[in-house]
């Protein structure tokens, strides 16, 4: 068991636990109601990346911009936003989160400080280092996340923000969830940089490259990374080496990947990981269990709800184009 | 008193800048290769350099901070210098910035103002004279903003900066900057998405905005001079919002249109008035609408070459004597 497991309380631990399971669960539902056809559009799932979610959110506050892309509904939930409203709004009700204006890939929740979410991919890593400088020039100690993949990587506005970042020494975290792929392409065919973090070097950016499937050790680095940048040391690249265990989409058949590869990440799976730790540390198996079917429950209820919310009037289609002109 | 319209945005960013400290600056050029016109924005770097970021050729990554700043409750103004470039941060201008209020169900909103001097300047070539308001007219969420005169240039930036609730593109263009106009103070500013008659005439109305609104004028001079045509001269202001009403009122008036557009002729601002004619202003019109625009060709080098398809005055008193003499 390493150090940070031992200095953080059973509790913390067992929240780790709870939200894993929520974000897996939820997105489950997602994948389940997909296939009956009532998600619209193509979502985007995290299955077996949501330890850097749980890991990073565990320490923002609440007025902590974050910024995410297409696979967002993990860092939305541990952000702490309703799963009532963000499984609504991927459904396209009125009850969603954006009212059922954004769906899957545009979550956003002004309350909780979820500022952004794009379905372009590295659309938002430069609107993170925005965010960033606005509460910079303010004198604020908040600091910008911003989630992406290492397919994000080979869009040139992700070194643009490199550049801005580091030249403003912006409070930025950004948190490259490195899974290997972009959409449908090994890292291997898309880049001839093998780790993420290298590109953080030149511009004298912080970085660390850790197992993005160990929720314990993204909790430790980020702390360190964000520590770091509420005294004011300038932004941090954090890479999370990661596996998707879905498809780039649901539905996607994935004939890119071989049953063996996945059955061997099948082993690496962060829920089962935690919780081997977590058993090592004497809390009871069932203890655990019960915390699974606890948010089964809860998330079921949430979805049954979802699913009878309205539908928007077709009738405000036209509102929202444009905040009052005056 | 008379400014330029490079005093009215120099005046209009200072002013901002001191009402308001969530008024950011990202990139400060504005004024492009004009000397004489970088000068006045010197009080601006000297009184207010906390908020203004220095920052590298990096169109896209710039147009996203300003953005992230506008989400974050900031009023930034970024600079994306010349009008074509609007091309290197069109992911975020018009895919981020445009549609965030509508995705997010009216959570939240960016009102930045991207700031761009477009148009055809003179030897800029094809990679440095769009005229791009037509194409960013296609984009609902965005507000665009084209002034044709200083009193414009000075209350249209300020309102983007100070007023607005979303993001905007600021057209400036490269040879309005000297162009002067009457100006006080304490002026009643027109309503945003109202057009201004900038001369009233009986027999045909001119339709322009931006650089065209001087030359119109000019020409609507030359047509009651030497043919004794009387001329209206509509300055749109903004081609989002578009105010159809005084178009159409003003060629129920006249009878005749001639619309003057620095756009290529297909597709353009021209085109969007000349359909807005046709289906509500028809029973109006005593011959043809007439559009005056630039040929659907990029922008040549060469000057007889340049100033071949150059949208010129001569060229809007052509179109209106063809308009007064079809009838």
């Known amino acids: 068991m390493s ?19 929520r974000i897996r669960l939820f997105e489950e539902q997602v994948q389940r109601l997909a296939a009956r056809g009532e998600v619209p559009g193509f979502p985007h799932l995290s299955t077996g990346q949501e330890a850097v979610a749980v890991g990073v959110c565990a320490l923002l506050n609440e007025d902590d911009y974050l910024f995410s892309g297409h696979r967002a509904h993990g860092h939305v939930l541990a952000k702490g936003s309703d799963p009532y409203a963000v499984f609504a709004e991927i459904i396209g009700r009125q009850d969603g989160v954006c009212r059922g204006r ?26 993170a280092a925005g965010a960033a400088w606005a509460a910079q020039v303010r004198g604020e100690s908040r600091l910008a996340v911003v989630f992406f993949g290492d397919g994000a990587t080979g869009a040139g506005v992700f070194h643009e923000t490199l550049n801005l970042a580091s030249l403003w020494r912006l409070p930025l975290l950004l948190v490259c969830e490195n899974n290997g792929m972009a959409e449908f392409t090994g890292r291997e065919e898309h880049s001839n940089v093998a780790k993420v973090s290298a590109f953080a070097a030149p511009y004298g950016i912080p970085t660390q490259t850790i197992d993005g499937n160990d929720v314990l050790a993204v909790y430790e680095a980020a702390r360190e990374a964000i520590e770091s940048i509420r005294g004011s040391g300038g932004p941090w690249l954090l890479e999370c080496m990661t596996y998707r265990m879905a498809g780039h989409y649901v539905g996607d058949a994935q004939h890119y990947r071989s049953k063996e590869e996945l059955a061997a990440m099948k082993e690496k799976d962060p829920i089962d990981r935690l919780r081997r730790d977590l058993v090592k540390r004497g809390i009871p198996e069932n203890a655990l269990a019960a915390v699974a079917a606890r948010v089964k429950a809860e998330l079921d209820t949430v979805v049954d709800r979802a699913r009878r919310a309205p539908h928007p009037d077709p009738r405000t289609v036209l ?7 005056n | 008193m008379k400014i330029t319209f490079a005093e009215g945005i120099a005046r209009a960013i200072h002013e901002s800048l001191a009402a308001d400290p969530r008024v950011v600056l ?27 970021m220095v920052t590298p050729i ?27 470039f609007v091309f290197q941060a069109f992911a975020q201008v018009v895919n981020e910035a445009a549609n965030i209020h509508y995705m997010t169900g009216g959570q939240t909103s960016v009102p930045v103002t991207f700031y761009s001097l477009a148009g055809r300047r003179g030897g800029g070539a094809a990679q440095h004279s769009h005229a791009t308001q037509a194409m960013l007219g296609q984009v609902p969420g965005l507000q665009v903003l084209t002034p044709g005169g200083a009193e414009d240039a000075y209350g249209l930036l300020k309102w983007a900066l100070l007023e607005s609730r979303n993001p905007s593109v600021f057209l400036s263009h490269p040879l309005l900057l000297g162009e002067t106009a009457e100006w006080t103070a304490h002026d009643a500013f027109l309503p945003v998405g109202k057009a201004r008659i900038r001369r009233e005439g009986r027999g045909v109305s ?38 159809r009403d005084t178009v159409l009122q003003s060629v129920a008036r006249t009878g005749r249109a001639v619309i003057a557009d620095e756009c290529h002729h297909s597709y353009g601002v021209a085109a969007e008035i000349a359909a807005t004619l046709a289906e509500k202003g028809f029973a109006s ?12 060709v990029p922008i040549p080098f060469s000057a007889p070459l340049e100033a071949e398809i150059t949208v010129t005055a001569e060229k809007i008193v052509a179109g209106a004597l063809a308009a007064v003499r079809a009838a």
Do not use: C
Not at chain 1, 319 to 325: N, T
Not at chain 2, 219 to 228: I, K, N, S
Not at chain 2, 285 to 296: C, E, G, I, N
């Open chain 1, 3 to 21: 150090a940070i497991a031992t200095e953080l309380k059973n509790e913390t631990l067992v929240g780790f636990y709870e939200q894993l399971w």
């Open chain 1, 319 to 325: 509102e929202d184009v444009y905040s009052a002109w």
């Open chain 2, 26 to 52: 990202i990139g400060g050029g504005i004024m492009g290769l004009n000397t004489g016109a970088r000068a006045l924005l010197e009080p601006v770097l000297r009184d207010f350099a906390s908020r203004i």
């Open chain 1, 102 to 127: 954004g769906g899957s890939m545009h979550l956003v929740d002004v309350a909780h400080g979820v500022l952004g979410a794009t379905g372009v991919v590295a659309g938002n890593v430069s609107i």
């Open chain 2, 206 to 243: 001119l339709i322009a905005s931006s650089i065209m609104v001087p030359r119109a004028l000019a020409a609507a001079e030359t047509l009651q001079r030497e043919h004794g045509v009387s001329a209206e001269v509509v300055d749109l202001r903004t081609i989002i919002p578009l105010d």
């Open chain 2, 285 to 296: 019109l005593k011959a043809p609408v007439r559009r005056v625009t630039m040929p659907d």
């Open chain 2, 58 to 84: 990096s169109e896209l990554g710039l147009a996203g901070a300003g953005v992230g700043a506008a989400l974050a409750g900031d009023r930034p103004l970024v600079d994306l210098s010349t009008g074509s």
